[in-house]
C-alpha cells in the first residue's frame, strides 16, 4: 500500500491550496488598510474592506435612562454576560446525566476545579464558603472577555441617541467603573469573611494596642526596661497595623487598575491592527487568541487573589503566629 505523503495528513494540494488562500487575504488586507494605501496607492478595492479609524474612549456611552439613571453601553454588555451564565448553567444542570456530554464534563470540569482550588488554599471549611464568591469574579470577569471577543457586535453595532452615534456594546472589563465594582465586591468580602469568622477581634489585625496597654503596665510597676521596651515594641505594632489596614484600601486600586488596564491594552491593540491590515489579514487572528488567553489569566488573577485576600481575612494574626 503507498505510503501517504502531505503536510500533517493533509495532501499537498491542499497545503498548497490553503497557504495560497491565507497570502491572498493577508495582501487584500494590508492593500486595503492605511499601511498598503500609504506603500501602494489606491487600488480600487471596495470600500467595505475598509475599518474606519477607532475612536477610543475611555468613558462608557450612555445608551438609555432607567429610572433617572444612565445605563452605559459596558453594562448592557454585563447584562449579557450574566445572561449567557444563568442560561448556560440552567441548560447544562437542568438535565444532569451520569455518563456526562461533552458540555456537561466542560462545566463540571471547570467549577470542580475551581472548587479544588478554593479548598487547596482556604481549606475544606473556608475553601466551600469562599467557592460561590471565587466562582462567580472568575466566571464573570472570563465571560466578559471572551464573548467580546467572540460574540460579533461589540464594537460594530451603533445606534443613535441624543448624544449622537454611539456603540451598543462594549466589553464590560474595559469600563474602568465595572473593574472598581468587582474589586470594591471583593473588598466587602473580605470584611464580611473577616468579621464573621473572628468578630471583633478581626479589628485586632489593624489596631492592637494590647502590647502598648501591656508595656504601659509594665512601666507603672517599676519594670522600667520592660515598660519602655513594651511601650516602643506597641506603637510599631500600631504603625504596622495601620499600614496593613492601608494596604487593604490599596489593594482595590491594584485590582481596579490591573484588570481595566490589561483589558483596555489587548482591546486598544485589536483595533489599532484591524484600522492598519484590515479585518482580512490573517495577522489579527493570534491577537484574538491572545486576548482570550489574557482574558482568562486576568480572571485567575482577580479570582485567586480575592480567594487569598479571603482566606487572610478569616485568620488572625496569632493564628499565623503558629
Known amino acids: 500500500m503507498p505510503e501517504k505523503k502531505g503536510c500533517l495528513g493533509c495532501s499537498f494540494p491542499l497545503v498548497i491550496g490553503l497557504a495560497v488562500f491565507f497570502l491572498a487575504l493577508l495582501?487584500?488586507?494590508?492593500?486595503?488598510?492605511?499601511?498598503?494605501?500609504?506603500?501602494?496607492?489606491?487600488?480600487?478595492?471596495?470600500?467595505?474592506?475598509?475599518?474606519?479609524?477607532?475612536?477610543?474612549?475611555?468613558?462608557?456611552?450612555?445608551?438609555?435612562?432607567?429610572?433617572?439613571?444612565?445605563?452605559?453601553?459596558?453594562?448592557?454588555?454585563?447584562?449579557?454576560?450574566?445572561?449567557?451564565?444563568?442560561?448556560?448553567?440552567?441548560?447544562?444542570?437542568?438535565?444532569?446525566?451520569?455518563?456526562?456530554?461533552?458540555?456537561?464534563?466542560?462545566?463540571?470540569?471547570?467549577?470542580?476545579?475551581?472548587?479544588?482550588?478554593?479548598?487547596?488554599?482556604?481549606?475544606?471549611?473556608?475553601?466551600?464558603?469562599?467557592?460561590?464568591?471565587?466562582?462567580?469574579?472568575?466566571?464573570?470577569?472570563?465571560?466578559?472577555?471572551?464573548?467580546?471577543?467572540?460574540?460579533?457586535?461589540y464594537g460594530s453595532i451603533t445606534i443613535h441617541t441624543a448624544e449622537g452615534e454611539i456603540h451598543l456594546l462594549r466589553a464590560a472589563n474595559t469600563d474602568f467603573n465595572m473593574p472598581l465594582a468587582l474589586a470594591l465586591t471583593s473588598f466587602g468580602f473580605f470584611w464580611y469573611f473577616g468579621f464573621k469568622a473572628l468578630g471583633i477581634r478581626f479589628m485586632e489585625n489593624f489596631l492592637n494596642v494590647k502590647v502598648l496597654k501591656d508595656g504601659f503596665r509594665q512601666l507603672f510597676k517599676g519594670k522600667l526596661v520592660d515598660g519602655l521596651l513594651g511601650i516602643f515594641t506597641g506603637f510599631m505594632t500600631i504603625v504596622t497595623g495601620l499600614l496593613e489596614l492601608l494596604s487593604v484600601f490599596i489593594r482595590v486600586i491594584s485590582l481596579t487598575f490591573r484588570l481595566f488596564g490589561n483589558m483596555t491594552a489587548g482591546e486598544i491593540l485589536i483595533f489599532v491592527m484591524l484600522f492598519l491590515v484590515t479585518f482580512l489579514s490573517v495577522l489579527v487572528l493570534p491577537l484574538y487568541g491572545l486576548e482570550l488567553l489574557i482574558g482568562f489569566i486576568q480572571a485567575i488573577i482577580f479570582g485567586g487573589l480575592t480567594l487569598i485576600f479571603l482566606t487572610v481575612a478569616v485568620q488572625s494574626h496569632g493564628e499565623e503566629a503558629h
Open 27 to 153: 495582501g487584500i488586507g494590508i492593500a486595503a488598510g492605511p499601511v498598503g494605501k500609504s506603500i501602494f496607492g489606491d487600488l480600487g478595492l471596495p470600500a467595505w474592506l475598509s475599518v474606519p479609524q477607532p475612536e477610543l474612549k475611555l468613558p462608557a456611552d450612555t445608551v438609555f435612562h432607567l429610572f433617572g439613571f444612565p445605563i452605559t453601553n459596558s453594562v448592557v454588555a454585563a447584562w449579557i454576560t450574566i445572561i449567557f451564565l444563568v442560561g448556560f448553567s440552567y441548560l447544562i444542570t437542568r438535565r444532569m446525566k451520569l455518563v456526562p456530554g461533552r458540555l456537561q464534563t466542560i462545566f463540571e470540569f471547570l467549577v470542580g476545579w475551581l472548587y479544588d482550588l478554593c479548598v487547596s488554599v482556604a481549606g475544606e471549611v473556608n475553601g466551600r464558603r469562599f467557592f460561590p464568591v471565587v466562582a462567580t469574579i472568575f466566571l464573570f470577569v472570563a465571560f466578559n472577555a471572551w464573548l467580546a471577543l467572540l460574540v460579533p457586535g
